[in-house]
């Protein structure tokens, strides 16, 4: 907070993260183009909001986040999202351990440039979770971006609703999608020490972020590989996910962090 560049890394005073599409260091949310002004607030609650603090809710991991704001009021540029990628991959190099970057976000428009800085991220053992899409459509007929890239880190997920099915509004793929989280009136944080109920795949992708970083916890340095079989690998499979996503089932915390323990000499 001194005004200058301490650790060289090329941003000043970026204390919690960076706002790329202002290019500061005041990455808080605003108005965003089409989404609730508390978005980014409402998912980071759900991955790691504080626990045992008799307030609010928990987030399922207690992690650490830094916060990459992409989006100008009008829309998320594509470059925005791969500065903060390489941000991301940056960070990595210079010793922070990031483990996951949540995406909440997505369009119809491939990029070969998003894809390339994603999969520098697989390269360096981050995964990437990425919602599925709000618009009821089929993943494997209608590409959905970030979760449509084929890259070795990318997670795909699908919102579930209160009686394990797939929430009318949520995107699904038998070969796109991976497995559904909660994604129907999720109860999170929001500005002005507050909270509220949202819906969206949006929603459901931070569940598995949360995850990841439970799973790194407890066996830190695993690959991505081996993250994604744990959770992927531990679903429950239920009836109104079958044919929905490629796993067939929802996700499971506790099964996936069995999963590793079973694993482990």
Do not use: C
């Amino acid at each position: 907070g001194n005004h200058l560049d301490d650790d060289g890394n090329g941003f000043v005073d970026d204390l919690i993260g960076w706002d790329f599409a202002f290019n500061d260091n005041d990455p808080a949310d605003f108005d965003f183009s089409g989404l609730p002004i508390d978005h980014g607030t409402h998912v980071a609650g759900i991955a790691a909001a504080e626990s045992d603090n008799g307030r609010g809710v928990a987030g399922v991991a207690q992690a650490r986040l830094m916060i990459l704001k992409a989006d100008d009021g009008e829309g998320l540029a594509t470059s925005a999202i791969i500065a903060a990628m390489n941000y991301v991959a940056m960070m990595v190099e210079r010793g922070i351990p990031v483990v996951v970057v949540n995406g909440s976000y997505g369009g119809d428009s491939f990029s070969q440039s998003e894809k390339n800085a994603m999969d520098a991220l697989a390269d360096l053992g981050v995964l990437f979770t990425a919602a599925a899409g709000n618009d009821g459509e089929n993943n494997d007929l209608v590409d959905s971006y970030p979760a449509n890239y084929q890259s070795a880190n990318v997670i795909s997920v699908a919102a579930s609703n209160n009686r394990d099915a797939l929430a009318d509004f949520s995107n699904f793929g038998a070969l796109s999608v991976d497995l559904a989280a909660p994604g129907v009136s999720v109860y999170s944080t929001v500005t002005g020490n507050s909270y509220a109920y949202y819906s969206g795949t949006s929603m459901a992708a931070p569940h598995v972020t949360g995850v990841v970083a439970l799973l790194h916890a407890a066996n830190p340095g695993m690959s991505v590989a081996d993250v994604r079989s744990a959770i992927l690998g531990s679903v429950d499979s239920v009836a109104g996910l079958a044919g929905k996503t490629a796993t067939g089932g929802r996700l499971n915390a506790a099964a996936a962090l069995s999963m590793i323990d079973n694993a482990a000499p």
